[in-house]
Nanobody, 125 residues
Framework: QVQLVESGGGLVQAGGSLRLSCAAS????????VGWFRQAPGKEREFVAA????????YYADSVKGRFTISRDNAKNTVYLQMNSLEPDDTAVYYC??????????????????WGQGTQVTVSS
């Protein structure tokens, strides 16, 4: 079992930055692939970014490519999402998700086994 806790959300002006953290606890969390997803009010949850267990492969939604960076520190069992040049459309609840996988490709949303509770990101114009 793996528990995920997101932090780092908040209110920021357009053009600003935030860094989200996803702290994992439980067994063998360093061998888990992790994804970030977000859900805005009235919209479906959507993929944002993902990183494989090794950290060698990363994936991004087109809408955040070039602005967001996902990284991981396995010694701290933490995955980060650095968000720069934030836009009002980035406003959403951000969730991290994890699954035990040594696959280096992008993992589909329905394949993630564990989810955090989410952290709110609000970008004002």
């Amino acid at each position: 079992q793996v528990q995920l806790v997101e932090s780092g959300g908040g209110l920021v002006q357009a053009g600003g930055s935030l860094r989200l953290s996803c702290a994992a606890s439980g067994r063998a969390s360093s061998t888990y692939s992790v994804g970030w997803f977000r859900q805005a009010p009235g919209k479906e949850r959507e993929f944002v970014a993902a990183i494989t267990w090794s950290g060698l492969s990363t994936y991004y939604a087109d809408s955040v490519k070039g602005r967001f960076t996902i990284s991981r520190d396995n010694a701290k069992n933490t995955v980060y999402l650095q968000m720069n040049s934030l836009e009002p459309d980035d406003t959403a609840v951000y969730y991290c998700a994890a699954t035990a996988s040594l696959y280096e490709g992008r993992i589909e949303e329905n394949e993630y086994d564990y989810w955090g509770q989410g952290t709110q990101v609000t970008v004002s114009s």
